[in-house]
C-alpha cells in the first residue's frame, strides 16, 4: 500500500516531551500540541515522565545480556517463525529484490502476546522461550506490561493531537497485535556499506514504537532534505516513532519517518522496541480505514514482513 505524503520538515534535532499530564489525565494543551507538531513536523520524539521504573528496564537488559551471549546453536532452537516470535539471527536479509535490498548487523528475539494458534488469524500463537533462562520469560512479561500502559497514554495523546477524542483510535488498537523485540548491535568498526550497519534504512510498519535504547548510541533519524539526524540516549527517556500504518491512517498529517542504526562504537548496543500494532480486523486505509482504499491489518502487515523479513518464510 503506497504511504500518502507526509509534511515532515527538516530538523536538526528529537524534541523532548514530558507526557505525565496526559497520563493523569490532565491533558495539558501545550502537551498535546507539542505532540501533534512532533508527529507531523519529525515523527519522532523522546517522552520523559512516562512512570516505567528503571528496575523493570535494568532486569531486562540483564537478561537480554545473557540470552545474546548463548551460542548461536542454542537460539536457533527457537527460529523466528510466520508470527515473528522467536530468535532472528545476526545478518538477516531484508528487502531483496528492491534498490535497499541488504543484511542488518543485528539480532533479535521476539514476543507478543501469547494467544492460541487462530487459522482466523494468522498473526496470533504461542512464544518460545529458551529452557534454561527462565527469568528472561519473567523480565519480558513485566517489561512487556509496563510499556503497553506508555502505549496507551500515547495513544490518548496522539487521539487529542488529532483534534478526536482521547479513546479515538481504541477500537483500532485492540486486542491488539503487538510485538516487542530484544535487539543486539555487535561492535562494528568502520562501516562502509548498507549491508555493514546495525539496521538498513526503513521506516515501521505499525501505528507506532516505543523505543528503549542503552547509553551507546547509533540511531539516526532521516530528515526530509535526506540528512541523517542522531537520536542520541537521554537518561530516562524512551524514543517514540510513528509508523506507516500511523501515516495511512491520517491521510500523511502524521510522519512514519525512515531511521537506521550504525553501532560505530567499540561495545555491544541493545535496545528493546515495542512495536504498538492494531488488531487483526483494523482496516488500514486512508481517512481511518474508511477510505475504499482499506484492507485489513492482517493482510497488511504480513505483506510488509515479508519484505523486511523473508527469514520468517511468512506463506501468501
Not at 527457537?78 to 535490498?101: H, K, N, T, V, W
Not at 535496545?271 to 475504499?292: E, M, R, Y
Amino acid at each position: 500500500m503506497p504511504l500518502p505524503q507526509s509534511r515532515r520538515l527538516d530538523f536538526d534535532e528529537v524534541p523532548v516531551i514530558d507526557v505525565s499530564p496526559i497520563a493523569a489525565s490532565t491533558d495539558v494543551p501545550e502537551t498535546i500540541a507539542a505532540m501533534g507538531q512532533a508527529c507531523r513536523d519529525v515523527g519522532f520524539f523522546y517522552v520523559s515522565g512516562h512512570g516505567i521504573s528503571k528496575s523493570v528496564v535494568d532486569a531486562l537488559r540483564a537478561e537480554a545480556d545473557v540470552y545474546f551471549a548463548s551460542p548461536t546453536e542454542t537460539k536457533m532452537t527457537a527460529p523466528i517463525d510466520q508470527r515473528m516470535r522467536g530468535y532472528l539471527p545476526l545478518d538477516y536479509a531484508s528487502y531483496p529484490g528492491e534498490d535497499r535490498a541488504a543484511k542488518s548487523r543485528q539480532e533479535g528475539f521476539w514476543i507478543g502476546h501469547d494467544r492460541p494458534l487462530d487459522a482466523a488469524n494468522p498473526l496470533d500463537g504461542p512464544n518460545y522461550w529458551p529452557a534454561d533462562q527462565p527469568a528472561l520469560r519473567t523480565a519480558m512479561m513485566a517489561y512487556f506490561e509496563a510499556v503497553e500502559t506508555l502505549a496507551e497514554t500515547l495513544r490518548r495523546g496522539f487521539a487529542m493531537a488529532l483534534g478526536l477524542a482521547p479513546d479515538a483510535l481504541d477500537a483500532m488498537l485492540e486486542p491488539s497485535q503487538s510485538l516487542l523485540k530484544l535487539n543486539h548491535y555487535p561492535p562494528q568498526e568502520n562501516p562502509t556499506s548498507i549491508s555493514h550497519i546495525g539496521v538498513v534504512p526503513h521506516s515501521d510498519s505499525g501505528a507506532f514504537t516505543v523505543l528503549w535504547q542503552d547509553d551507546h548510541g547509533g540511531l539516526e533519524v532521516q530528515s526530509k532534505s535526506g540528512d541523517w539526524v542522531g537520536a542520541p540516549p537521554i537518561p530516562d527517556t524512551f524514543v517514540i516513532n510513528l509508523g506507516n500504518v500511523m501515516q495511512i491512517w491520517t491521510d500523511g498529517k502524521f510522519s512514519s519517518t525512515p531511521h537506521r542504526v550504525i553501532n560505530r562504537g567499540n561495545a555491544d548496543r541493545y535496545s528493546i522496541p515495542l512495536f504498538v500494532n492494531p488488531s487483526a480486523t483494523a482496516k488500514i486505509g486512508s481517512q481511518f480505514g474508511k477510505g475504499n482504499d482499506a484492507v485489513p491489518y492482517i493482510d497488511y502487515q504480513r505483506g510488509e514482513w515479508r519484505r523486511a523479513f523473508p527469514i520468517a518464510k511468512i506463506p501468501k
